[in-house]
């Protein structure tokens, strides 16, 4: 199986994925946040945050798992972080 280049990069960690401040939807907002989020909760992988378009929910439900909280407590988070 080959893998291309970009698939084994950590999302989130580059100042470049920080595609659109004005974008105050959730997904938009994590766009944002992801690396910094990442840092405070480094439990989460790679796996847990990969998600495809339209399937935002399910990468929220696979941090929750992953920090034992629930998937309102995640999306709180991320409508609430201080960039």
Partial sequence: MSLDKDNNKHRGYTEDSKLNS???SL?????NIQADYRKKNPTITDEDID???GDFN???ASIAR???RSA???ENDIKNWNM
């Fill in 22 to 24: 004005a974008d105050d």
């Fill in 27 to 31: 997904e938009g907002k994590w766009s």
């Fill in 51 to 53: 998600f495809k378009s």
């Fill in 58 to 60: 399910h990468m929220i």
């Fill in 66 to 68: 992953r920090t034992n």
């Fill in 72 to 74: 309102e407590d995640i």
